[in-house]
């Protein structure tokens, strides 16, 4: 993840790909979606269980934040 002081700063970027924009986000978003439980409890004894209630979570997040392109789709 590389972190930009604006949108307009991440088009500069010479690396830049308009295929990922959709990934381009406040950091506040990420803190969002990367600090829910998915993350947050992957130490938890009862973990591989509970994956598809947490990942269920995580695609609530993405909904919340309004990340539904192909960037965020799980499996590629």
């Given amino acids: 993840m590389n972190l930009f002081r604006s949108e307009e700063h991440v088009r500069d970027w010479t690396q830049y790909d308009a ?3 959709d990934g381009t986000m406040p950091l506040r978003d990420y ?3 990367f600090g829910g439980g ?3 409890e992957r130490l938890a004894p009862d ?15 993405l909904i ?3 990340r539904t392109g ?5 499996g590629g």
């Avoid at 192909?70 to 799980?74: G, I, Q, V």
């Fill in 19 to 21: 295929g990922s924009a």
């Fill in 31 to 33: 803190a969002q979606l």
């Fill in 38 to 40: 998915m993350f947050r």
């Fill in 47 to 61: 973990y591989l269980p509970r994956i598809p209630q947490l990942a269920g979570e995580w695609v609530a997040t």
């Fill in 64 to 66: 919340k934040l309004g």
């Fill in 70 to 74: 192909a960037f965020w789709r799980l």
